[in-house]
């Protein structure tokens, strides 16, 4: 935990960096009991013809200019894996090319000279949740990311998981079909199934079989990109061919979830991204499906919520990632 000469402090100015594969962010904040107040924040597009080390520094440069001259007590990092957070390393994102073994620990630490820790973003973002979010006041917790990918953020008896090597947590690696939507380099994955990426594929692949039969769906559109928001929109209009894949993505988070809800016997799983925004679309048939496949008792003990924090949950992320020893320490239980 922080602590100030006279004990825990009253007060801590935290500044974050939200890294990832098409845009960044610098957010400052100010920590303060059982509050977490964002000050400021400044994003750009992340630009990968740039060493990192050159990225990285123009972050610094915007976080200067965000601090007003003030020196922030801790400094987090969110930022997609793998990556290896005890030695302060990014390892190589899929959407990060170019950025292999970068000592960003070290080198934003040499730069403010402040207490630095990186945390995978799914990580950061139960950190979120658990305390300041959908998952406050409860001590086991799993989030999910719901986004470009599928990941899993753990909260195990009140401390964040991370297990061997830091790379708990990785759900969307879990293969739910035999076929299906390629996720995380498998198909049939969960992430295939539900994440955005996924959903798209999904969609493709079930336009693709509707206009051999001759349908149209609304969300297949000539020269445009099949996308998670355009099979909602057309889901939301009634397109029976985009209520299907969301059937069908519903089905297949209601099975992940079984087996996260046996496994780990959660008290609340807080779903982000996609779900938050759309999960009338997905929670009948996910709900059916967790009463098909988990055990009765772990099903009744687990609420399945959308994350609450919104469009600033990276934001607040990057800032928990600061502050894992405080969240963990201070907890009201």
Known sequence: MLKTEKGVALSLFILGFDIGGTKCAVITGRHAGDSLEILGREGCPTDLKLPPEQMLEKLCNMAEVLCG??????VGISCGGPLDGQRGLILSPPNLPGWDRVPVAQILGNRWRA???LQNDANACALAEWRF???KGCRHMVFLTF????GAGLILNGRLYAGAGDLAGEAGHIRLAADGPVGFGKAGSF???????????????MAEAALSSGRR????KMGEPVTAKSIAAAAHAGDPTALEVCRVCGRQLGRGLSILIDLLAPERIVIGSVFARSGDLFISEMERAIEAEALPQNAAACQILPAALGEQLGDYAALCAALLETLEDSVPF
Do not use: I, K, N
Request: charged letters at 20%; hydrophobic letters at 30%; glycine letters at 28%.
């Open 69 to 74: 001259g003030r020196r922030p007590d801790a």
């Open 115 to 117: 207490p630095v820790r």
């Open 133 to 135: 979010g959908a998952g």
């Open 147 to 150: 986004g470009t990918g599928l």
């Open 191 to 205: 992430e295939g199934f539900c994440s955005g990426g996924g959903l798209a594929r999904l969609g493709t692949r």
């Open 217 to 220: 769906p609304a969300y297949w």
